[in-house]
């Protein structure tokens, strides 16, 4: 069976408005070595979606990608991604879920998740790529004026963004506006991500090595690369 007879299947015997399974990120010479049908024992869970929202944004349970998740018709068309924006998935796919009551969730890895080497997460910086705090900011907004439950999580994705454009930036660069309105994001919140024990391991690492400055921060993030 594929990924989509799963997930379809799933949304119908948990009744739920959208469904997801795992999502596996493969390289091309990776993906080329794949078999066409991976035969897995899918074991699906129900969880609310608030369950569902605080473990994309605390990147534990599962990524705010739109991809490896099926919706019902009635969510699907409940928000239109936005035209001509990077990173539309990351406002557009919390806002699905915050239209969803019932969520269902099988942790095996259906779909491949194909990494081009012209990928968004290779390009050299543009000041477009500020699409993703735009975005994390909305998420932040949206958490504020409905209760607050989740701000937490919500500042811990948007940090982890920051991260992203801070350390995509190079020394030589012209684009410093946009880094430093980054970098203000995690002086002001890293000790907050610090002490949020629902925060990952990786960031919290990130914020303290960011209290040396940006250059410590960016050479481990170079030193990744390799």
Known sequence: RDYFEILAKNLTEHDADISVCGMQVVSEDEYSKLMSVKNVEDSAIDISSKEAIEGMLYQK??????????????????????????????????????????VTYTDARLYYYLKRAGSITKKKYSHQMMDYIKHGEQVTDHVERNGRLLFDAAISRLVWACFYIVTHIDDSSKYREDEEYCWNYIKKY??????????????????????????????????SLR
Do not use: N, W
Not at 76 to 98: G, I, M, N, Q, W
């Open 190 to 223: 890293r000790r907050k991500v610090i002490k949020d024990k629902s925060a990952v391991k990786k960031e919290k690492i990130l914020c303290a090595l960011s209290m040396f400055g940006k250059r410590p921060l960016k050479l481990v993030y170079k030193m």
């Open 61 to 102: 349970l599962f990524s705010l990608s739109s991809c490896a998740k099926l919706y019902k018709r009635k969510i699907a068309k409940s928000h239109c991604f936005p035209e001509r924006e990077l990173f539309e998935d990351y406002y557009t796919v919390y806002r699905f879920f915050t239209e969803a009551t019932a």
